[in-house]
């Protein structure tokens, strides 16, 4: 079956833990991207990626980090998680112009 | 830069009855893709509908149909016959066609709720 997965699904954790969120496709996908929903804000990116080993800053990517080693993984890195980072993640992934497929989201509690 | 506007937080309908979403969007640009996601409460994205600029046609499928306006730069989604699993939040979404751009940018948000 076709999917995006992000592991894991919930999250809690304290200000300054490091954590990392998986993501992973098995579409064989180029675009690979991270976006986090807040209420009343909609979706808004954090990185993306074109393809292996590029990656760019989207439109809020200030406390994360992320690495494409491999065409069907995506992490996304907190190196010091803080309050204002909690939120639902969405992880996607799609080919050219095709259709953009996402993960079920992670929700992640920073206290 | 590109914006887009949802100006409806919530809308209600009965079952069986159309309602229409509105969505407006600020680009530069003459191609592009305009999208409607539908999120319920699992909070899965789930894609309704999706348009090429370039194409005049109006997409359809099946209950779901758009009024794309180009020149109005309007994207509005009509939902027909409503049934209760439509109740969900449906975002509007833009993406530039090529280039290095991947990413897609979304409306806040309208929560959509359906009356038995």
């Known amino acids: 079956e076709a999917q995006v997965t992000q592991n894991p699904r919930y999250l809690i954790t304290v200000t300054g833990k490091k954590l990392t969120v998986t993501c992973s496709q098995n579409?064989?996908?180029?675009?690979m991207s991270w976006y986090r929903q807040d209420p009343g804000l909609g979706l808004r990116q954090i990185y993306y990626s074109m393809n292996v080993e590029v990656t760019d800053k989207g439109d809020v990517p200030e406390g994360y980090k992320v690495s494409r080693k491999e065409k069907r993984n995506f992490p996304l890195i907190l190196e010091s998680p803080s309050p204002n980072q909690t939120s639902l993640y969405f992880c996607?992934?799609?080919?050219?112009?095709?259709?953009?497929?996402f993960g079920p989201g992670t929700r992640l509690t920073v206290l | 830069a590109q914006t887009v506007t949802q100006s409806q937080p919530e809308m209600s309908v009965q079952e069986a009855e159309t309602v229409t979403l509105s969505c407006t969007y600020d680009?530069?640009?003459?191609?592009?893709?305009l999208f409607w996601y539908k999120q319920p409460p699992s909070r899965q994205m789930i894609l309704v509908i999706r348009q090429e600029a370039y194409k005049q046609q109006n997409a359809t499928e099946n209950r779901f149909s758009v009024n794309f306006q180009k020149a109005a730069k309007s994207f509005s989604l009509k939902i027909s016959d409503s049934q209760l699993g439509d109740a969900a939040m449906y975002f509007c979404?833009?993406?530039?066609?090529?280039?290095?751009?991947?990413?897609?940018?979304f409306g806040k948000g309208t929560k959509l709720s359906v009356k038995p």
């Open positions: 579409m064989n996908h180029e675009y």
């Open positions: 680009t530069s640009e003459s191609d592009y893709y």
């Open positions: 996607a992934s799609r080919r050219g112009g095709h259709e953009q497929f």
């Open positions: 979404a833009y993406r530039t066609i090529g280039g290095s751009q991947g990413n897609l940018i």
